[in-house]
C-alpha cells in the first residue's frame, strides 16, 4: 500500500553480548536437571501434581525413595528434614536435598514449587534455597508469617549445619557436610522421642527419663502449662503462638538443672524430671520459671506478647505412665 513503510523482515538489531549471555543462561538451565520428591502422588504422577519445571528441561522425579538413596549422591550438599508440621503429622521426615544442579529451589504451599509445605501458614511462594559460592542461602520470598532461623526472623541469610529453619508452622533441620545419609537417620531416631517443634523430649522421652530415675530415687516431676495459648492463637495467630511456645521452651531448657530431662507434651504443656529432688524443691523451681516467663516479652518486634505459666511439682512414686498423666491432670485442678 502506498504510504506505508513495508518491513523488511530482518530482526532488529541486538546487542551481540547480551545474545551470548541470554543463550549461555538458558544452555546452563536447560541441561541442569531438577531433583525433587512426589510424595503420596498417584500412580502414575497426575501432571498437576508435577514441578512445572518437569515440562521445560530433564527432570529425576524420585517417589518414595528412601533417604539414604537421596543423600547417597555425591553431588548432594546437604538437605532440610521436616521434623515438626502440625498440619500433617506423616510429613515429619520428609526432605528436601540441597543439589547446586537444582539450585534455585523454591518452597511453599503451591503445587508449582519443588518442595511443597502443605500448611496455611506457609504462603504460597513462601522461600527460595540458592546456591553461592560461599554456601546455602535462605531467601524470604515477602512471605506473610515469615522464615526464621533458630527464632529470629530472616530476609536472607546463610545457612548452617544444624540449624533449625521455620517457615510459618513447618520446622526444618538442615543437614551440611559429610556423613548426610548417616546423620539423617540418627535424626529420625532423635525425634522418635523429642518433640519437633522444640526439640525438647516428647511424650515417650519422658517416660524413658521417668523409667530411667525409678520410683524409689526420690525424683520429682515438675508439670507446667502455658495459660492462655488458645487465645493467644486465636488473637494473633497459630505462629505467634508457637513463636511463645518455642521461647518458653527455650526458656525452660535453660533452666533446667543438670540431669534432669526437659519434655514437651502438646500445646503449650512442659514436664520436667528432675532426679535427686524432693517436691519443695521442684516446687521452688516451678516458681522461678514462671517468675522468668511473666518477665519475659515475647515477639518484641511486633505483638509484645507476655506470657503465664502454670506450675505443679509431685513425687515420682507410681509406674512412669500414671506419674506423668497425674501431673498433667494437677494442671487442671
Known amino acids: ?118 500448611s496455611s501458614t506457609v504462603s504460597r511462594r513462601h522461600a527460595q534455597i540458592l546456591r553461592r559460592p560461599d554456601g546455602w542461602w535462605l531467601l524470604d520470598q515477602q512471605s506473610t508469617n515469615g522464615s526464621r532461623i533458630g527464632n529470629a526472623r530472616v530476609r536472607e541469610q546463610r545457612l548452617a549445619d544444624e540449624d533449625r529453619v521455620q517457615l510459618g508452622d513447618v520446622v526444618l533441620k538442615c543437614l551440611l557436610g559429610e556423613g548426610l545419609a548417616r546423620r539423617q537417620e540418627a535424626l529420625a531416631l532423635h525425634f522418635g522421642t523429642h518433640d519437633g517443634m522444640t526439640d525438647l523430649a516428647n511424650r515417650q522421652g519422658l517416660l524413658e527419663a521417668l523409667t530411667r530415675v525409678g520410683s524409689a530415687s526420690g525424683a520429682a516431676l515438675l508439670a507446667l502449662d502455658l495459660v492462655g495459648l488458645g487465645e493467644l492463637n486465636r488473637r494473633h495467630g497459630d505462629v505467634a503462638g508457637d513463636d511463645v511456645v518455642y521461647g518458653v521452651a527455650e526458656l525452660v531448657r535453660a533452666l ?72 498433667l491432670v494437677s494442671l487442671r485442678l
Request: proline content about 9%.
Open 1 to 118: 500500500m502506498s504510504g506505508t513503510k513495508e518491513s523488511s523482515g530482518a530482526p532488529p538489531p541486538t546487542d551481540g553480548a547480551f545474545e551470548e549471555d541470554v543463550t549461555d543462561v538458558f544452555a546452563r538451565w536447560s541441561n541442569a536437571p531438577v531433583r525433587f520428591r512426589v510424595t503420596n502422588a498417584p500412580e502414575p504422577v497426575a501432571t498437576e501434581f508435577e514441578n512445572v519445571h518437569a515440562a521445560l528441561r530433564p527432570a529425576l522425579i524420585v517417589k518414595d525413595a528412601k533417604p539414604e538413596q537421596l543423600l547417597a549422591d555425591p553431588d548432594v550438599e546437604g538437605a532440610l528434614v521436616v521434623v515438626h508440621l502440625r498440619a500433617e503429622r506423616s510429613a515429619s521426615g520428609n526432605l528436601l536435598t540441597l543439589d547446586p544442579r537444582a539450585s534455585p529451589i523454591n518452597l511453599g504451599r503451591d503445587a508449582a514449587n519443588h518442595f511443597v509445605l502443605t
Open 256 to 327: 533446667a538443672p543438670e540431669g534432669s530431662v526437659a519434655g514437651r507434651l502438646d500445646g503449650g504443656t512442659f514436664a520436667l524430671v528432675l532426679p535427686a529432688t524432693d517436691v519443695p524443691t521442684a516446687r521452688s523451681l516451678g516458681e522461678t520459671l514462671c517468675q522468668k516467663v511473666a518477665a519475659t516479652v515475647f515477639l518484641p518486634e511486633s505483638w509484645r506478647i507476655r506470657a503465664t505459666l502454670r506450675a505443679r511439682a509431685a513425687p515420682v512414686d507410681d509406674a512412669p505412665a500414671a506419674v506423668l498423666d497425674r501431673g
